[in-house]
């Protein structure tokens, strides 16, 4: 049979009147001339009425039709096929789809809906029934024809889990069971009917197919649940944490708020306006606990109808600190370790309360050794000309990937810098060495102004930065593409950056040791590597963020840790978890604290098919999907309306030639 995605749309069929209106209206009349005399005209030949009353019929005929594949491709009709012939004995059959998704925990939900489902079983005697649970996909099933005792056993075992709703996988699954057996069939829908869930279904019944939609929730309902939680550490060892409380109902809602982390535990009363939510910040004090129950965190609430987002997992420390690898020319030259140990305790070491990175120390005969997808900087120290070409090939991938690299003058700066232009790392030359002793302006005197380093040095007089001497630096001459964030007092580059993919790469003209400079034992040493280094630290470092049923992929980039112990379809359960060094939390979604529901009559006119025809409850997107056997004829009204329009052209265009 045929039906229409709007089939109110053929009424403009009745607009087919128009073009012979046209037709009739443009019809060539004879002009009437005033003539004195009729004795000098010579006598012509009339033309043939009937071959152009044919042609103008002909144009008339491709107009109206034009226009009436034009009114069908806009009601987009569609052949649908005729469900196949039933494979148990003519025995009607139902499907109960539940909803078992994490929001049927609260208020009641999950016991009204087994009551229902038990109803429907009882109603439905003679019926083959089957059973889908469904809550991010399809949570169990029992296809139609199953005894009745395993159906009700499948109603009795039923719970709903903690994962987000989504029915689609669900209701495609019953509805391909109805569709492919009797010619009588029912679905039944049995959920609390949550907005979230059922606003846009995808999915449609055939012709014929009953649908029932059975109302497990409640309207007018109250929650109050928990956002997010973050704890950031405080000097004193305690923790500041900053609970997000968010009340989902129309009324006013106070709540106790308790955060617990081993031992400490702090409580407020939460008063929340409706439909609003709240900061609410508590300070946890120093624990003497080691690590474990200490950096486990629990925020809860005062439990209301829905308990789920009443609890929130989070962890108030263990984050793995970034890595930074620090490369040496070799084990035979020991002046290059005095500025391996300046960069190593200013990484390590923890400032404003961010902790440090984790440090290794290589030469460089063993880089290409290194693992450096769990590596977040490098610092090439006076190294890179021990590197051989294929590290530095290594070291390129690493930038363009959004690592970063830092690198000071070696044995042989040209050579290095020759490598590097060569590898389109860092475009500059070497024009020497230079000292104190020739050149007494050896000072930092400006810091570009657009730079992450112009908000730490933005007042001289406040800053240690220009007040160190430089006894030896290497004089670069860089290229217009390279961006110098800070000069001498001479206006000689001390340190420029080029960017090279995602990544840095940064180039000081000077040496950390104390034979090139003071530098490393300023007060600015440390923060002007550590802010230079966060760009190599992206948003997602450190605790991972999931609600129940993510994979883990979901969390963004893991920085080389081994997935295989983690579940591929994510944790389950809410709670605190671990994938080798990085701290997990799994929380419920937060879309299934919403008390917003769709209305049960609106969703069975939206799933219905011929309900749908009416053009009053279908949106174009349920409109559009379609069963197996079904054939979108739109498509060929498409076809015929863009040829008509060329044949009624070409036909306007000929028949203006004839005359």
């Known amino acids: ?35 004195p005399s009729i004795r000098f005209l ?27 594949a034009a009114i069908l ?36 939900a999950a016991e009204r809906a087994k009551a229902l489902a038990l109803t429907e079983i009882d109603a439905l005697d003679g019926w083959d029934i089957g059973v889908v649970v469904t809550d991010s996909a399809v949570a169990s099933s029992l296809a139609p024809g199953a005894s009745t005792a395993a159906i009700r056993a499948a109603i009795t075992d039923y719970a709903p889990s903690h994962l987000a709703g989504n029915p689609q996988e669900g209701l495609q699954q019953a509805l ?35 649908v029932a939609v059975r109302d497990a929730g409640q309207d007018g309902v109250a929650n109050v649940g928990i956002s997010s939680v973050r704890g950031m550490p405080l000097p004193n060892g305690g923790h500041r944490v900053l609970v997000v409380v968010r009340n989902y109902s129309a009324i006013s809602q106070e709540r106790v708020l308790t955060v617990t982390a081993g031992n400490r535990q702090q409580r407020q009363t939460v008063t929340l306006a409706p439909l609003r939510q709240q900061r609410v910040v508590l300070l946890l004090p120093g624990s003497d606990e080691p690590g474990g129950e200490a950096s ?39 002046a290059s370790e005095e500025p391996a140990f300046f960069v190593h305790n200013a990484l390590i070491a923890e400032d404003g309360g961010v902790p440090g990175f984790t440090v290794e120390t290589i030469t460089a005969d063993l880089f290409q050794e290194v693992n450096l997808a769990a590596t977040q900087a490098i610092f090439l120290l006076g190294a890179v000309e021990s590197l051989a070409p294929a590290d530095i090939d290594v070291l390129r991938h690493f930038v363009e990937s959004g690592g970063v690299v830092f690198a000071t003058p070696g044995a042989a700066p040209n050579q290095a810098l020759r490598a590097l232009r060569q590898a389109g790392l860092f475009e500059a030359q070497g024009q020497g060495l230079t000292g104190s002793s020739r050149d007494v302006s050896l000072g930092i005197g400006w810091v570009n102004p657009d730079c992450p380093l ?53 180039y000081f003209s000077l040496d950390f040791s104390l034979g090139w400079s003071d530098f490393p034992l300023t007060t600015s040493f440390l923060p002007t590597l550590r802010e230079l280094c966060l760009v190599a630290v992206p948003p997602g470092y450190g605790v991972k963020r999931l609600v129940c049923g993510d994979a883990p992929s979901v969390a963004g980039e893991w920085f080389g840790q081994d997935l295989s112990a983690a579940p591929a379809e ?41 309900d749908a025809g009416r053009g009053d409850a279908a949106s174009p997107a349920i409109a559009g999907s379609m069963g197996s056997g079904d054939q979108p004829w739109w498509k060929v009204c498409a076809w015929c309306f863009a040829l008509l329009l060329l044949g009624e052209a070409a036909a306007r265009l000929w028949i203006g030639n004839r005359g």
């Open 1 to 35: 049979m045929v039906t229409f995605a709007y089939p109110w749309l053929l009424w403009g069929l009745l607009a087919l009147a128009g073009p012979l209106l046209l037709h009739l209206l443009n019809r060539q009349r004879p002009r009437m001339l005033v003539f």
């Open 42 to 68: 010579t006598r012509a030949q009339l033309p043939r009425e009937g071959r152009r009353r044919l042609r103008d019929l002909l144009l008339l005929l491709l107009r109206m039709m034009t226009f009436a």
């Open 73 to 108: 491709v806009m009601a987009r009709p569609t052949w649908v096929a005729k469900p196949a012939a039933s494979t148990s004995e003519g025995r009607p059959q139902a499907v109960l789809l539940l909803d078992g998704s994490a929001s049927m925990h609260g208020h009641g």
């Open 176 to 210: 391909t069971w109805l569709n492919a057996g009797a010619s009588q069939g029912r679905l039944v829908i049995i959920s609390d009917l949550q907005r979230g869930d059922w606003a846009s279904p995808s999915a449609m019944a055939a012709p014929g197919l009953e």
């Open 296 to 334: 486990q965190g629990l925020a809860s609430l005062e439990r209301d109808g829905y308990p789920l987002d009443d609890d929130y997992h989070f962890w108030l420390g263990d984050v793995p600190a970034p890595r930074a690898l620090l490369v040496m020319p070799g084990e035979t030259d020991p």
């Open 454 to 506: 112009a908000g730490l040095y933005g007042n001289p007089q406040e800053s240690d930065l220009f007040m160190f001497s430089i006894r030896r630096m290497l004089r670069l001459s860089v290229e217009p593409s390279m961006q110098v964030l800070i000069k001498t007092l001479d206006g000689l580059p001390f340190l420029a950056e080029k960017t090279v993919g995602a990544g840095r790469f940064y």
């Open 570 to 610: 994510g944790w389950p359960l809410p709670g605190l978890y671990r994938v080798g060094a990085w701290p997990v939390e799994v929380n419920v979604s937060n879309r299934e604290s919403m008390t917003d529901r769709v209305n049960a009559d609106d969703l069975r006119r939206s799933l219905s098919r011929a």
